[in-house]
């Protein structure tokens, strides 16, 4: 029987991507709702491509909205993306929105009892708990869609939780891997989307220079797996083949290998804990594949690393200050209004200032973030 797909943020490499499987499997999956942020027409073809009953925009006017032709539903603003999530024909939802954005329709899709296939780090971040809370009050399931996430879970699938001592998550090293320190602080932005190995959006693509994608990954591998910080490390490899290993008591490590690829991770979201035959993944060749090597990451010329990992330590509302001050840097730094250096300096004067709350509820991680937004503004100025 298909299985009815919603893809939050359609338009972005992951989404794309996703819908590359999606129509290679239209026995299995049929997408239902497609979202994006702004780009009408690029929705617009890819619903007709697609089929999909339900398609909505962030950022879409009025017009467009009363634009269509009846057979497709419509809709615009923040709230699509929940309605996209909760469609009632929708059994997976694929989130790929990028940023904070991203919460609400992940927390919503799970109390609506969904499958949610998580590529929106930002979730986790700011609130584990509480999407812990939510999949267990609405008997949905979170799935990760990241490589390296992707990759444990594979390793991990069919083992005994209480044999696992380790995780070791890789990272590219991203375009700046071998540069001194003052050379990293003055990149221009064109460097930073240099990326050497994977092809993401802007956001998340400046994430992977400074590293601050990797410190959101293993917040992320906390609250998926259910380890302490202490057991979830951090590698530099910079071929980006092995992307996870797992480390049992008895000192075996397992490790997931492929050829830099979303559409695997993809696909395993979709039809886990099952694996089906797929045509579109270049098969890995040991033979062609070259040295594959691994560094330690350089804490003193990427430290927004180190204040991503000290925030998920912290835990209560300082991860999602630390996620939204990043947020904000970032932006900054692509607009030409500071230099790379300057986010992780951002990052850490909004914590420096930050009262650390409980997260108890929604409410409160969302003023968390506000706050940290404008601090965040303040510091780049």
């Known amino acids: 029987m298909s299985q009815g797909v919603a893809v939050l943020g359609c338009t972005g490499s992951i989404g794309e991507s996703t819908l590359n499987v999606l129509a290679r ?25 697609s089929g999909a009953k339900f398609v909505g925009l962030v950022e879409g006017s009025a017009q467009w909205e009363a634009g269509g032709n009846g057979s497709v539903e419509r809709s615009v603003g923040a ?18 929105v990028v940023g904070a954005a ?7 899709a799970l109390h609506a009892g969904k499958r949610v296939a998580l590529a929106n780090k930002e979730t986790l971040v700011m609130a584990g708990d509480l999407v812990d809370s939510a999949a267990k009050a609405g008997g949905g ?52 989307l240099d990326h050497p190995t994977w092809q993401m959006g802007r956001k998340i693509t400046v994430d992977s220079a400074s590293l601050v994608n990797k410190a959101l990954e293993v917040i992320e591998a906390h609250f998926l797996f259910g380890l302490p910080y202490e057991s979830i490390e951090v590698v530099v490899h910079p071929q980006s083949i092995i992307h996870a290993f797992a480390e049992f008591v ?7 290998m ?13 039809t886990y804990p099952h694996r089906i035959e797929d045509s579109g993944v270049v098969r890995f060749d040991p033979a062609t594949a070259g040295d594959l090597t691994f560094e330690a990451v350089r804490h003193d010329t990427f430290p927004a690393f180190e ?8 835990g209560g509302t300082a991860p999602a200050v630390f996620n939204a001050a990043n947020e904000v840097g970032v932006q900054a730094f692509l607009d030409g209004k500071i230099r790379f250096g300057k986010i992780a300096e951002v990052i850490r004067t909004s914590l420096e200032k930050h009262d650390v709350t409980e997260a108890i509820d929604l409410e409160v991680v969302l003023a968390a973030d506000s706050w940290a937004r404008r ?4 510091a780049c100025s």
């Open 25 to 49: 499997h239209p026995d299995r999956f049929n997408a239902v709702a497609l979202t994006a942020f702004s780009s009408e027409d690029d929705l617009t073809a890819k619903a007709a491509a």
């Open 79 to 96: 709230k699509c993306l929940e309605e996209a999530a909760t469609h009632p024909d929708v059994d997976i939802v694929v989130n790929a």
């Open 102 to 108: 991203g919460l609400r329709s992940t927390l919503a």
């Open 141 to 192: 399931e979170l799935v990760p869609v990241d490589s390296e996430h992707s990759g444990v879970l594979q390793c991990l699938n069919g083992k005994n939780p209480q044999d696992i001592s380790r995780l070791i998550l890789t990272a590219s090293g991203g375009p700046f891997r071998t540069w001194n320190k003052d050379d990293v602080y003055n990149a221009t932005v064109e460097q930073a």
């Open 250 to 256: 008895d000192g075996s490590i397992l490790a997931q």
């Open 258 to 270: 492929g050829y830099p690829s979303m559409e695997l991770p993809i696909l395993y979201s979709l």
């Open 307 to 314: 204040l991503g990992i000290a925030a998920g330590k912290t």
């Open 375 to 378: 601090a965040a503004e303040e």
